[in-house]
């Protein structure tokens, strides 16, 4: 977006001595030139073309805020079926539904965030130059605050929604520890979700107390599959919270 006159169509481009040689050449022989070339009214001036290109960004940060949007709400839409889901396949469907909305939305959101601070970057440095009128250069900031703002509410919004689900996976998963282990511990129960070795450990005490049953089985393969999700969420905020520490330089 820095190199503005880049973006200018060949016919736009000033031409080179030898290309005005033959064009005036043309002109005094009287021949008339077949190139596409529109007439002067219809060439767009380098302000123009800025205002065009600013516009389509604009246009895009919109697009990439609304699928944010959308993903809060299709997360708080896994979450509830998540707390109903009875069956490991039916989990582990939806695990694979979470991550997929978690990592696509992630990366648009660090699309809109970078595009947002090029804006900036961009009007700062129109105003430096004076290559701008006061009034265009306030339609700009405007509408740049305003996307800023919103751009924010909405990644706020976007991880509590995170927050939430990660809380009530893991609520979610003590209740199935407490099934098989009722007298668990709160430490207990953290370290059968965190880890092989605890879910292991539960394993081998059921089958001391009275053997394994295919719910013990279901139980340790149902926490372990949360625990993936509690992971992928925890990775996800930590990166919008780096986000959100970038973000607050350019505003």
């Keep these: 977006m820095n190199n503005r006159l880049g973006d200018l169509p060949d016919w736009a481009q000033e031409p080179d001595s030898e290309e005005e040689d033959e064009v005036d050449g043309d002109i005094e022989m009287g021949k008339q030139g077949g190139g596409d070339a529109p007439p002067p009214e219809q060439v767009k001036k380098p302000a123009e073309i800025d205002k065009e290109i600013f516009f389509t960004a604009v246009e895009q940060i919109k697009k990439e805020i609304e699928d ?4 809060t709400s299709s997360i708080e839409k896994i979450n509830e079926q998540a707390q109903k889901a009875t069956t490991t396949e039916k989990e582990q469907e939806l695990s694979k539904k979470l991550r997929r909305v978690i990592d696509g939305t992630n990366k648009q959101a660090k699309a809109a965030k970078n595009l947002l601070g090029e804006l900036k970057a961009e009007n700062e440095s129109l105003k430096e130059k004076g290559s ?5 250069l306030r339609v700009r900031e405007n509408l740049l605050n305003t996307l800023t703002r919103k751009f924010i509410d909405e990644m706020k919004l976007y991880q509590a929604a995170q927050q939430k689900y990660k809380t009530d996976i893991q609520k979610k998963m003590k209740r199935q520890v407490k099934v098989v ?3 668990a511990t709160d430490e207990e129960v953290e370290e059968i979700m965190r880890s092989e070795g605890g879910r292991d450990q539960l394993y081998k005490q059921t089958i001391l107390a009275g053997g394994v ?4 089985k279901t139980v340790t393969a149902k926490v372990a599959g949360k625990y993936q999700d509690v992971k992928a969420l925890e990775q996800s905020v930590a990166e919008l919270h780096q986000m959100f520490l970038d973000f607050a330089l350019l505003v």
């Design 68 to 71: 944010i949007i959308k993903a």
């Design 213 to 216: 049953n295919d719910e013990i």
């Design 132 to 136: 701008i009128s006061n009034s265009d």
């Design 181 to 183: 282990k009722p007298d």
